[in-house]
């Protein structure tokens, strides 16, 4: 399952570091964590536009551009030695199996609106412990 999709992600992550590397492209190879950062915005409000829109060649294209600025991001702080891909990766599965316990554990839930009240109270429950940090 999702072979095809593990070959463009792989593919995807070899063209961001080829536009990083020393032959690739002058702009991408300037950009740094910050620089980037009001992109990010950028593309999502291009996302939120796309499906306001409804248009779904415009979503699926502005996805890609959000897509690229994030893996963008994950390719310098790599550079940086800040984590890599696989801590990110890693990391955002851990979060949605932690704060989806009603699908991955035990609890139960009965509606969308309880399910959301999970979500929000693991949230809220995770930053107070990093607050402690």
């Not at 792989?10 to 950062?37: F, N, Y």
């Not at 991001?73 to 990391?91: C, H």
């Amino acid at each position: 399952m999702y072979e095809k999709e593990k070959e463009l992600f792989a593919e995807m992550m070899v063209i961001i570091a080829k536009l990083r590397g020393p032959k690739g492209c002058l702009w991408d190879r300037k950009q740094t964590l910050e620089s980037l950062a009001p992109n990010i915005l950028e593309e999502a409000e291009e996302v939120s536009q796309a499906v306001k829109s409804k248009c779904k060649d415009n979503l699926c294209e502005e996805l890609g551009d959000l897509l690229m600025v994030i893996l963008m991001q994950i390719e310098i702080a790599q550079e940086k030695g800040l984590f890599n891909y696989s801590d990110v990766l890693s990391g955002a599965v851990k979060k949605f199996i932690r704060r989806h316990p009603h699908v991955f554990g035990d609890v139960k839930v009965n509606t969308s609106e309880e399910a959301l009240a999970v979500w929000k109270k693991i949230k809220r429950e995770e930053k107070e412990a990093n607050n402690l940090k």
